[in-house]
DNA sequence: CGCGATGTGCAAATCGAGTTGCAAGGCGAG
DNA sequence: CTCGCCTTGCAACTCGATTTGCACATCGCG
């Protein structure tokens, strides 16, 4: 094996090649300058030819701008994350920007320091936030947001930025449906597994819920299958008496399920449970789990969307937020209250 | 909002604040030559105040190395590739390097051509390439090893690349591990659910579970859970005989559960069934699923870990390539054959 | 007092591409 | 023949950080 220290060809040395100055070939490639089209074309097959590539450094640092995009994501490996990453990294691909993937798993303030300085030195145009377990904007964020750089916010809003641009399910909406779902189906007694209190989409998915049922009680979990699973467990040993069980997530809504089923209670024949976002896992388990379905991949489109419009123009000026319509899913875990 | 273009402080306004010259401030930060400590704390918090951050692109073009690796991956939003992205992720970000996700779903070969031009670019230092859905190289990627840039093969050896270093798990053993826990229950009539014929992981999956099974039948799927459903109902539509079901990952395990429960087959008292990883659904199924635990965070970890040492030695050369261990995990889904 | 040894700052060059003003050569049309 | 247009080259400068050669201190010590 060689050494790894090939090194790429220079614009220099193609127009050498060619016989023309860096001018004549920079404006080949720029089509800022009339090129004669022989010329032009013998320039370009000698680019092919060579592999010659513009160094990507010389070039942000000249026109201040990297093509590059961040997305800032709790943790990649979650599916719900790895969703909107997909997405993004598609409308990025799409629209000729990399994606820098930036993880703010365990809110190390250092980490965030420093997926933010990748703004500062401009090693990104702009940054797709994903706040989803966040209460609040921390300092850092709202520093940023303060000095208009390109944000945009992915699945959920975040209290005191207001101005900035945001991507999220229509929750309220969504809460509704499952709500009247189970009303229609006749129940009465419903306990809500919500998610972090004060999150914006755990405020909204309450609400929507409550339309159809103003007293049910109300437990919050932290979105994984384990808080689902304990939380039941409390409902059991308080002997909670309700027939229709709403969870803000999926994984959430099959920790309780699982814990339920343990216990000997029967889904959907004693007690309706669902759940929120329709996970690979939703419809595996038994019985499948009814759900509202979230277009993850469609929020991260739509944020790189916006983001990259808000980099191209400048500005975020004049970009309106997005809600994306969700879609009620039923299967077998809802069914009449026992009569 | 204000406009978006609020432009980053430069190391020469600092220095004209400063009352001092760049090379003073250049100095104080590289540490590459001794500074006043008077001037050099007045430096400091001249930069802090201004929160001041090198320009990215100008570093890069100077020092031709850009901090960052790249990723490529078939799908980010899968469960398993998740799993090693954010191991990469996270060792990236322990030795100060950023990353950069390029997706290869459905093998576009302009997609293709764009990530690796990431590496012409020197957008980024080094490519941690997982070809788990591939069983060749591609001709790009070939020229791209031959060129001797750093890279690293996770999860997947790729034939014809033998000199490039790779971090894989050790397949042959886990599925020498499987194929003795069915044996010591008492199986002797099994099927084989594997990945794509030709690739390396499935070639020596097969190999181990053969050890013990030397007449197993082999099917090939494609590891979607679609697949192993479907190769379910091919063998029950045969009256294939078998009580023991090998299937090369968890997803395949757990379509091919469901099809034989739906046609009534008790798992894991007619038949007993094991895959491969274990993802987060194979203990929430049930029966759990008996699986082969993989480490694919620490393929990750490691990937970026040799990928960095190389990138930071100039060369792949003395690099080892990482078999990492592999755990057997007994759930529910397997037990002796009925008598 | 003077010598070398340090410490310290400045100006200039460098990395590779993008851009501009100016000028030169070639060509066709009037 | 000349005017104007098209093509192209040249040289110079920009982006922002890093690094060099050079020079001016200042200090200790014989």
């Known amino acids: 094996m060689t050494d790894a220290t090939a090194k790429p060809w220079t614009m220099q040395q193609i127009a050498a090649a060619a016989g023309v100055s860096v001018t004549t070939v920079s404006h080949t ?4 300058r009339p090129v004669n089209p022989e010329t032009a074309l013998r320039i370009r097959r000698l680019i092919d030819e060579f592999g010659y590539v513009p160094d990507a450094g010389a070039r942000q640092l000249k026109s201040g701008r990297s093509r590059m995009i961040g997305l800032a994501v709790p943790d990649i490996s979650h599916w ?6 997909r997405g993004v990294e598609e409308m990025a691909n799409e629209r000729d ?4 993937i930036c993880s703010t798993s365990n809110s190390d303030p250092r ?16 940054l797709v936030y994903t706040a989803s377990r966040e209460i609040a904007a921390t300092d850092e964020l709202m520093k940023i947001a303060e000095s208009s750089s390109p944000i945009v916010l992915a699945d959920e809003d975040v209290p005191g930025l207001d101005d900035v641009p945001s991507v999220t399910s229509t929750n309220y909406g969504g809460a509704q449906e499952l709500g009247r ?21 755990t405020v909204q ?4 819920i409550r339309e159809s049922f103003p007293n049910a009680l109300v437990l919050h979990g932290d979105f994984e299958l384990a808080s689902g699973y304990a939380l039941a467990s409390d409902l059991l040993a308080n002997q909670v008496g309700f027939t229709a069980l709403f ?4 994984l959430m809504a099959i920790g309780a399920m699982r814990r339920l089923q343990e216990a000997g209670v029967r889904v959907p024949e004693d007690v309706s449970i669902v759940g ?11 019985p499948g789990l009814t759900t509202v379905r979230q277009d993850m991949l469609g929020i991260g489109r739509q944020s790189a969307e916006l983001l990259i419009d808000a980099v191209e123009a400048g500005s975020t000026e004049g970009i309106q937020s997005i809600g994306l319509p969700v879609e009620l899913v039923i299967r077998g875990s809802t069914a009449p209250p026992p009569s």
Chains 1, 2 share one sequence.
């Open 29 to 32: 490639l720029s089509g800022k």
């Open 80 to 85: 719900y994350f790895g969703r909107i990453a």
């Open 97 to 100: 920007y990399g994606l820098i």
């Open 111 to 126: 980490r965030e320091k420093r997926y933010f300085n990748l703004l500062r030195t401009r090693s990104i145009d702009g």
């Open 181 to 201: 779902h189970l009303r229609d189906l006749g129940h009465t007694r419903a306990v809500i597994i919500a998610g972090y209190a004060g999150l914006h989409s």
């Open 205 to 208: 998915r309450v609400r929507g």
């Open 247 to 250: 969870a803000s997530n999926d």
């Open 276 to 286: 929120f976002d329709d996970v690979d896992m939703a419809s595996v388990v038994s």
